[in-house]
């Protein structure tokens, strides 16, 4: 996936917000708070980072091509960072940056859901 894959994607899903901070990183919020970063990576592939649920940042810290998300995962936060993964694999990051959307805007306040429009089953 890259930079601009990404970004349409990330727009595409609801209620989002985009900024170019932290070092020219490409940040994903829902309701103010972040959700997807992409950047961070040294090395010439895009690096795409997102929150985890707990089973899955225990997985995904032992697949090739995702790590413990730098800063954030050495405070306790369950960050991964997919950074060496194939083109191919897109349909699994997809995935992941959807449940980072769902587990970010769950923890909004209820109000702020409802403002939103987010989580109204």
């Known amino acids: 996936m890259t930079y601009e894959e990404f970004n349409q994607f990330c727009h ?10 932290w ?3 490409h940040v994903w919020k829902v309701g103010g708070k972040v959700f997807a970063i992409g950047g ?10 997102f929150k985890a649920s707990e089973l899955n940042f225990h997985f995904l ?3 090739p091509g995702y790590r413990p998300a730098p800063y954030l995962a050495s405070r306790g ?7 060496d993964v194939p083109g191919s694999e897109d349909d699994e990051l997809i995935y992941y940056l959807q449940e980072s959307h769902r587990i970010v805007s769950l923890g909004l ?11 109204q089953d």
Not at 77 to 83: R, S, T
Not at 110 to 118: I, M, R, T, V
Request: proline residues 5%.
């Open 23 to 25: 070092g020219g990183a």
């Open 77 to 83: 936060m369950k960050w991964i960072q997919q950074y």
């Open 61 to 63: 810290c032992e697949q």
């Open 40 to 49: 961070w990576e040294k090395a010439d592939k895009p690096a795409f980072t």
């Open 12 to 21: 595409s899903l609801p209620a989002t917000s985009y900024i170019i901070q």
């Open 109 to 119: 306040t209820k109000k702020k859901q409802k403002e939103l429009g987010l989580n």
